[in-house]
C-alpha cells in the first residue's frame, strides 16, 4: 500500500470516529462560548484596568470587530485547543492497542513506520483544519458584531493583513505541536489512549506550576524554566498580537523580559528539539518493539 492510499485510510478511520467531530465540535462551542462572553461585557459603560491602564469597554468591543478578531480565536486555539489536539494525538495511537488491530494495521500498511507516519500525517492535518475552522467561526462571529456596530467594511484586507494572519496562523500551529508530539509518543511507550492523554495534559497543566516554583529559587532553578515548553510556546505565541483589553491567556510581554527568556528564534529552535525528541522516541519505540502486545485502552 503507497503513503496516498495509507493517508487516505487513516483520514477515513478518524473522520469516522465520533470523538474526532467530538472534539472539533467543542472548539468551535469554545470559540462561540467566549466571544459571547467578551461580547456581553464589552456592553458595559465605563473602562477597566488592564496591565495598569484604563481600557474603556467600548475599546474591548472593537477588539472584537472583523479587523482584529482572529487573534483572539488563535490565541484559544492555542490553549484551550491544545488540550483538544492532545486528545486526538493520542487516541489516534492508542486506540490501535486498545481494539488489538496494531499487528493487523502494520502488515496491511508493508511496514510499521510508514503507517506511523501517515498517521501522524493525518492527525497534524486534522489538528490543522480544527484551527483554521476556529478562525473562521471567530470571523464570521466577528462579522455579525463588526455588522451590528457601524457596518462591515473590508479596505482593511490588504496583503499585508493577510500575511499577518498567516504568520498568526502558523504560529499557533506550531506552539501546539510539542504537545501533539508528546502525546503522539506517550500513546506509543504507554500502548493506550490514556497514556497520551494523561502525558500530553499533564505537562500542559503541571509544567507552568513547577516553573513557578523554579523561578522562586536561586541559580540553576531559576533558568530552567526558559528551557521548558511553556516557556518558550509563550514566547512565539506574544508575536501574535491581541488587540488591548482582550483576555490574553498566557504572560505579558513585561512577565516574560523579566523571566529573561529566550527570543522567539531560540524559543523556535528549543520546540522544535522538543518535537524531534518525542517522535524520535515514539518511532523508535514502535519500530522495534513487540507491537502485538496489547495495551489498557
Known amino acids: 500500500m503507497n503513503m496516498g492510499r495509507l493517508i487516505a485510510a487513516e483520514f477515513f478511520k478518524l473522520r469516522k470516529r465520533m470523538m474526532t467531530w467530538v472534539l472539533g465540535l467543542l472548539l468551535i462551542a469554545l470559540v462561540v462560548l467566549l466571544y459571547s462572553i467578551v461580547w456581553s ?3 458595559r459603560t465605563g473602562s477597566f484596568l488592564d496591565e495598569g491602564q484604563r481600557i474603556p469597554y467600548e475599546q474591548l468591543r472593537r477588539g472584537l470587530f472583523l479587523e482584529t478578531g482572529v487573534p483572539f480565536a488563535l490565541q484559544i486555539v492555542a490553549q484551550f485547543g491544545t488540550l483538544l489536539a492532545i486528545i486526538l494525538a493520542a487516541g489516534a495511537v492508542g486506540s490501535e492497542y486498545a481494539w488489538g488491530t496494531v499487528r493487523l494495521m502494520a502488515t496491511a500498511s508493508s511496514g510499521r513506520l510508514r503507517l506511523l507516519t501517515a498517521r501522524l500525517i493525518v492527525v497534524c492535518g486534522l489538528v490543522a ?3 483554521l475552522l476556529a478562525a473562521l467561526v471567530a ?9 451590528t456596530n457601524g457596518g462591515v467594511d473590508f479596505s482593511f484586507v490588504t496583503r499585508a493583513f493577510v500575511y499577518d494572519q498567516v504568520l498568526a496562523y502558523g504560529r499557533t500551529l506550531f506552539i501546539v505541536a510539542p504537545y501533539v508530539a508528546l502525546a503522539f509518543g506517550a500513546a506509543i511507550a504507554g500502548r493506550s489512549t490514556l497514556a497520551g492523554v494523561g502525558a500530553g495534559i499533564g505537562v500542559a497543566f503541571l509544567e507552568p506550576l513547577v516553573s513557578g516554583l523554579m523561578r522562586l529559587g536561586g541559580e540553576p532553578w531559576k533558568s530552567m524554566p526558559n528551557y521548558l515548553i511553556d516557556s518558550n510556546r509563550d514566547v512565539i505565541l506574544l508575536q501574535n498580537e491581541i488587540p488591548a483589553g482582550l483576555p490574553s491567556f498566557g504572560p505579558s510581554a513585561r512577565a516574560l523580559r523579566d523571566r529573561g527568556v529566550h ?3 531560540e524559543a523556535a529552535m528549543i520546540l522544535l528539539v522538543y518535537i524531534a525528541v518525542f517522535l524520535a522516541f515514539g518511532f523508535i519505540l514502535y519500530r522495534r518493539r513487540d507491537i502485538t502486545a496489547g495495551g489498557g485502552g
Open 139 to 147: 470571523m464570521l462571529y466577528s462579522t455579525v458584531i463588526t455588522a
Open 129 to 131: 483544519m480544527g484551527a
Open 263 to 265: 527570543s522567539p528564534a
Open 41 to 43: 461585557i464589552s456592553s
